[in-house]
C-alpha cells in the first residue's frame, strides 16, 4: 500500500488549502485513513481520521469547525479541507492508512502507533 500526499504550500493566515492523499495498492473503502501532522521540534500529533465502513471521523480539538476530511472511494483519495488557517497551523502533514485485516477500536485511530501505511508528508506554512 502506498500513499501520496499532496496540496500543502504557503498560505496567509485566514486562508484555505485542501490536502490530497492518493491511495494505490488496496482499495480506500476497506482502510481508516489518518491525517497527522508534526511541527518543528513537536511531537506528530493526530488531526483527523475517518473510520473505515461507517466513515465516523474525528478531528484535534484545536482544527474542529475549520478541517474537515471527507474519501472519494472512485477515485481512492482522502481529503483535508483546511479553512481559517492560523500559524499553529504550520506543519508537515501525514496521511496514514491502517492496513485492512485490522480494526482498531475508534479511539485508537488519533494515535500514530495504530497505522501501518504512511505517505512521504506535505509542508503547510501559514505565514504573512
Known amino acids: 500500500v502506498q500513499l501520496q500526499a499532496s496540496g500543502g504550500g504557503l498560505v496567509q493566515p485566514g486562508g484555505s488549502l485542501r490536502l490530497s492523499c492518493a491511495v494505490s495498492g488496496a482499495t480506500l473503502d476497506g482502510s481508516a485513513i489518518g491525517w497527522f501532522r508534526q511541527a518543528p521540534g513537536k511531537e506528530r500529533e493526530g488531526v483527523s481520521c475517518?473510520?473505515?465502513?461507517?466513515?465516523?471521523?474525528y478531528y484535534l480539538d484545536s482544527v474542529k469547525g475549520r478541517l474537515t476530511i471527507s474519501r472519494d472511494n472512485a477515485e481512492n483519495t482522502v481529503y483535508l479541507q483546511m479553512n481559517s488557517l492560523t500559524p499553529e497551523d504550520t506543519a508537515v502533514y501525514y496521511c496514514?492508512?491502517?492496513?485492512?485485516?485490522?480494526?482498531?477500536?475508534?479511539?485508537?485511530?488519533?494515535?500514530?502507533?495504530?497505522?501501518?501505511?504512511w505517505g512521504q508528508g506535505t509542508l503547510v506554512t501559514v505565514s504573512s
Open positions: 496514514a492508512a491502517v492496513d485492512r485485516s485490522t480494526r482498531p477500536i475508534f479511539s485508537a485511530l488519533s494515535l500514530a502507533a495504530t497505522y501501518d501505511y
Open positions: 475517518i473510520n473505515r465502513g461507517d466513515d465516523i471521523t
